[in-house]
């Protein structure tokens, strides 16, 4: 009797391990196909230089979010969401990626409710000190910009004087500045975890203090290939 109860503990501790492997697993696979999505934003992006982000822009630029699908909430009336990845310039390179997320803010007129593509870029040493922070509101906390757009475009404002980050959005192949003011960006410590088995701090990663994994290295690869190359044909 006792055996048979041992054996049945020890079976359900198994299912138990295994579900939660198979879990892991499949989480697991959902970021790194975030990643890949978020490779492919920049990437499409870089493909049309004349309307994509400027010269300057990509060789000063410290830090770099995407939000691959932003959108609408269904559930919640005006509210959007959507969860991406960020790096940040280093003195040895790109850093691993951090997972973040995107909510709130009532921009939605400006993208037709459809799922679209966001790029939040950091152009400075306060733009950069934003990004370490585990959560801060973008207008708020931060101060933001639409982005200019076009390899050789002179933005017509003071945002190299004013603007800590540059927000741009992608819908239907259009790429264009974005009002993103009253969003927050946040650390997603879950997926954090599921990645790097703990939920370590988004300035640990983004100051270059984590290994990339090899899942992230072809997205942190990508970003390195336009934006390094960017910076060093600007000096």
Partial sequence: MWMKYLSGVACSVALIFSSTVASAATDKAKLVERLQDAQAVVTQIMAAPDKGIPSSILSGATCLAVIPSFKKAAFVVGAQYGQGVATCRTSHGW???????????????????????????????????????????????????????????????????????????????????????????????????????????FETILKGNQVTPEEARPFVRTVAKYFVEAHAENK
Avoid: C, H
């Fill in 95 to 201: 850093s691993a990626p951090s997972f973040v997320q995107l909510a709130g803010g009532s921009f939605g007129f400006q993208i037709g409710g459809q799922a679209t593509d966001l790029i939040i870029v950091a152009m400075n040493e306060q733009g950069l000190q934003d990004m370490l922070k585990n959560k801060f509101k973008i207008g708020a906390d931060a101060a933001a910009s639409a982005g200019p757009v076009g390899r050789n475009a002179q933005a017509g404002t003071d945002w190299k004087m004013n603007a800590e980050l540059l927000t741009y959005s992608r819908s239907k192949g259009l790429f264009a500045g974005i009002d993103l003011d009253g969003t927050v960006l946040s650390q997603n410590e879950t997926d954090t975890r599921v990645m790097y088995g703990n939920a370590i701090p």
